[in-house]
Structure formats: structure tokens, C-alpha cells
């Protein structure tokens, strides 16, 4: 049972270098939802967020993003498995408030 624990606990460890950056989709997705929030409200995000909770965020996206990124590359960029393209991440429009 020791020996099964310690497998998956390697595998864990290991599985985030197993692939490239990739188009890291949930800290992308965080990108494009601080961009339209500080559009909204620059105060919230430049004096609150900016110090507190997004630095929190983004270390939390990008330690997700580092399991995450190996199928993307793996199974659908690098060939011969993959196309031989990358994975495109379109950013959503920010669009302003009304005043």
C-alpha cells in the first residue's frame, strides 16, 4: 500500500513537467476577467484585488494550468499524437461600463 502511495504520489509530482506551457486556459480565462473587472471598477481591482486575491488566484490557475497544459499538449498539439498547431486561447472582448 506504501509503494502504491508513493507512485501516485511521483506521478503528482511529475505530471506537471511532462508537457510545455501551453495555452494555460484557466489563467487566461482570470486575464480576461481582471481586465473587464478593473473596466468596472479600477478601484476594487488596482488598491484590493491587485495586492490580496489575485496574486492568489493566479498562483492557484497556474499550478492547475501545469496538469491541465500536458493533455493540451500531448494529445492535441505536439505531434504524431496532436496536429502539429497550438492551442489558441481567443480573449474575450472588454467592453466599458455605461457612466
Not at 482570470?30 to 489575485?54: A, C, E, H, R
Request: positive net charge.
Amino acid at each position: 500500500m506504501k509503494k502504491a502511495a508513493a507512485l501516485v504520489l511521483a506521478t503528482l509530482i511529475a505530471l506537471p513537467s511532462i508537457g510545455c506551457w501551453g495555452p494555460q486556459k484557466l489563467t487566461r480565462h482570470m486575464d480576461d476577467w481582471t481586465q473587464q473587472t478593473y473596466v468596472d471598477n479600477p478601484w476594487l481591482v488596482g488598491n484590493f484585488f491587485s495586492t490580496i486575491v489575485l496574486h492568489g488566484i493566479f498562483l492557484a490557475t497556474g499550478l492547475i494550468d501545469a496538469y491541465i497544459n500536458g493533455y493540451y499538449f500531448w494529445f492535441l498539439d505536439a505531434e504524431p499524437v496532436g496536429n502539429g498547431t497550438g492551442t489558441k486561447f481567443e480573449h474575450r472582448p472588454v467592453t466599458p461600463t455605461k457612466k
